[in-house]
């Protein structure tokens, strides 16, 4: 059962409301905000497979491949780039929202010890927020070495956020205080950092595996890995639209971005 965020009387609601710029559903606001990659990406591979399809899948052995990799599709060809990272750029602060979402129920939620493993939790989300605004604006085609830290930093982050999220969601929860909603998406973190850490493994075994022997279409096994990875992530982060499904996000000057129960 989620804790309710604020107890304000009659009065106090009509005047607040007045005052309110934004006033949104929580889970339309996850929808958008995971939208934004979720299209783009899509976009990007599509129209390089149709336009850019030779292009994209040359590789240093001069095999056939049927699918680009990831940093070729969202960052190598004109429109895909500036259409992945316009998304990226949108989306950025509103993950930051989404994160202090996240810390302001964790507060509500957990006892003191628990906060702080949470806190790291929403630091370790920051963190992979901006490590993916720069692996997409600093591409492997043109500054490789940045792109390859945050390449990396983005995924240890993730990795590590998501085995967190899943387990004190899943620790500090039970049965009878919790809502179906919160089983569904505790059952989702689960499953998707499963299938997540899997395609990572073997998107790097089929990488290693095209450079030592290239085959034909093993390129392409690795960029389907990778597109798994990223379909995995945003799904892990549109576990907040269960998280938060009867909550409202709203934003006044007084108070800034805050939360309230439906």
């Not at 034909?216 to 499904?245: C, K, P, R």
């Amino acid at each position: 059962m989620l804790p309710q965020y604020e107890r304000l009387d009659e009065n106090q609601q009509q005047q607040q409301q007045k005052k309110q710029l934004i006033k949104i559903k929580f889970s339309k606001f996850a929808v958008f905000t995971v939208s934004l990659p979720f299209f783009s990406f899509i976009f990007c591979v599509l129209w390089s497979i149709y336009y850019d399809f030779d292009k994209a899948n040359a590789t240093h052995c001069l095999v056939y491949n049927f699918l680009p990799s990831l940093s070729a599709a969202i960052g190598n060809y004109q429109p895909q780039r500036f259409i992945w990272q316009l998304a990226i750029i949108i989306h950025a602060p509103l993950r930051l929202i989404v994160v202090y979402v996240y810390k302001n129920y964790y507060t509500l939620l957990f006892r003191r010890k628990r906060r702080k493993i949470a806190y790291f939790a929403c630091f370790l989300n920051t963190v992979e927020n901006f490590a993916l605004l720069g692996l997409s604006l600093w591409t492997s085609s043109e500054n490789y070495e940045i792109h390859k830290k945050c390449f990396v930093t983005f995924i240890v982050t993730s990795e590590i956020y998501m085995l967190i999220s899943y387990l004190l969601n899943r620790d500090t929860r039970t049965i009878e205080t919790t809502s179906s909603n919160e089983l569904k998406s505790i059952r989702y973190k689960r499953n998707l950092f499963i299938v997540n850490l899997s395609s990572i493994a073997l998107a790097a075994y089929f990488f290693w595996r095209h450079n030592q022997l290239c085959e034909v279409g093993v390129y392409s096994l690795f960029a389907l890995f990778e597109y798994i990875v990223v379909f995995t992530n945003m799904g892990f982060h549109m576990t907040a639209y269960w998280d938060f499904y009867n909550i409202l996000l709203l934003y006044d000057w007084k108070y800034g971005f805050h939360i309230t129960k439906i």
